[in-house]
């Protein structure tokens, strides 16, 4: 086995010394009109002068030129302040205007419709003349309603009736009826209770006085409507003008 292995070391020696005495094959040129193809793009041709073996000259393929194209690279500079705008779309920005809180459609579809605004009582007595007229005829019936006691007669406020003191009556009754019912009127007279101090009015004078004015809004055909209410605010005034409450 050893004397084996020896013999082959030696035949291995042997053929290596022959190999590299040999001369090298002759370069030959191809025939005419043969092509011969080049190396594939990018194959590696060996520096001139270098042999693989000491003393031999090997044709070395030489690559084929490879044509350059230049390339323009674009430099993109990056900022790290804005990054919406240098890396667009950049999805780590949430989008704030989704939690914007927008009004929730409508489920009920309303139907406008346009209210006329409700007239005042002064407007549905008739304005100015239609209470004039009421308050003339009041005044003339309750002066002569001795239940009324119109001169209030026997107490420290008694008086004379004048023609010029009835038009001042009746017109701090105007201004009032007006001012209480919504109309432009303004009353400048004396304040209800310090004008009927001392005039020693009982309840049933002024009961006596309201059915008066009932009467007078009946003769000149007032609504049910419009007389309650009006009945309603000269009730309110009892307060401030009777002094003798009914026992």
């Not at 605004?117 to 309750?142: C, K, N, P, S, W």
């Not at 001042?168 to 004396?190: A, C, E, F, H, I």
């Amino acid at each position: 086995m050893f004397k084996r292995a020896l013999v082959g070391l030696a035949v291995c020696g042997i053929s290596s010394a022959l190999w590299a005495q040999a001369p090298a094959p002759p370069i030959t040129s191809p025939p005419p009109g043969v092509v011969v193809p080049g190396p594939p793009p990018g194959y590696y041709s060996p520096p001139s002068g270098y042999h693989p073996v000491p003393g031999v000259v090997h044709a070395v393929p030489v690559a084929a030129p490879v044509s350059v194209v230049p390339v323009v690279v674009p430099i993109i500079r990056y900022s790290p302040y804005n990054p919406r705008i240098d890396l667009p779309p950049f999805t780590m920005v949430p989008d704030f205007t989704v939690f914007d809180r927008a009004a929730p459609p409508p489920t009920i579809v309303e139907r406008t419709v346009p209210r006329t605004a409700e007239r005042t009582l002064y407007e549905r007595l008739g304005g100015e003349t239609a209470i004039r007229a009421v308050i003339d005829d009041f005044v003339t019936r309750t002066a002569a309603n001795p239940k009324v006691n119109f001169t209030r007669k026997g107490t420290p406020a008694e008086w004379k009736p004048t023609p010029e003191g009835i038009d001042r009556l009746k017109k701090n009754l105007l201004d009032l009826t007006g001012m209480v019912t919504g109309g432009p009127q303004r009353y400048s007279g004396k304040p209800l209770k310090e004008g009927h101090r001392d005039m020693k009015i009982t309840q049933d004078e002024f009961d006596a006085t309201v059915s008066d004015l009932k009467a007078s809004l009946d003769k000149f055909n007032v609504p049910t409507k419009e007389k309650d209410e009006l009945i309603k605010i000269v009730n309110s005034t009892a307060g401030d003008i009777v002094e003798r409450k009914r026992n």
